[in-house]
Nanobody, 116 residues
């Protein structure tokens, strides 16, 4: 059974930082999966925050470029999202996603709240 478990969310003041982690279990070869972070704010559609391919190519949403960094540790089956210079607009539930061909797996999400 595949599970993605996010952690590291919480309440932080504007300008602060958080590091999210997503640990995957049940994936036979974690390293072949493209991993991504999405977020969804209340009343908004889920949007892509950052993506890292199996070959470590990264892509970022325009609103987080230069502030967020995605990385992965294949030995730990973990993907990270380092978030710096947070603003209240970053407040959302952050979800981890693993993809390989037509197989997509989602975590349950972790809440990030940025106070002004």
């Amino acid at each position: 059974q595949v599970q993605l478990v996010e952690s590291g969310g919480g309440l932080v003041q504007a300008g602060g930082s958080l590091r999210l982690s997503c640990v995957a279990s049940g994936l036979i070869f974690f390293r072949i999966y493209n991993m991504a972070w999405y977020r969804q704010a209340p009343g908004q559609q889920r949007e892509l925050v950052a993506r890292i391919s199996s070959g470590d190519t990264t892509n970022y949403g325009d609103s987080v470029k230069g502030r967020f960094t995605i990385s992965r540790d294949n030995a730990k089956n973990t993907v990270y999202l380092q978030m710096n210079s947070l603003t209240p607009e970053d407040t959302a539930v952050y979800y981890c996603k693993g993809s390989w061909y037509n197989n997509d797996y989602w975590g349950q999400g972790t809440q990030v709240t940025v106070s002004s």
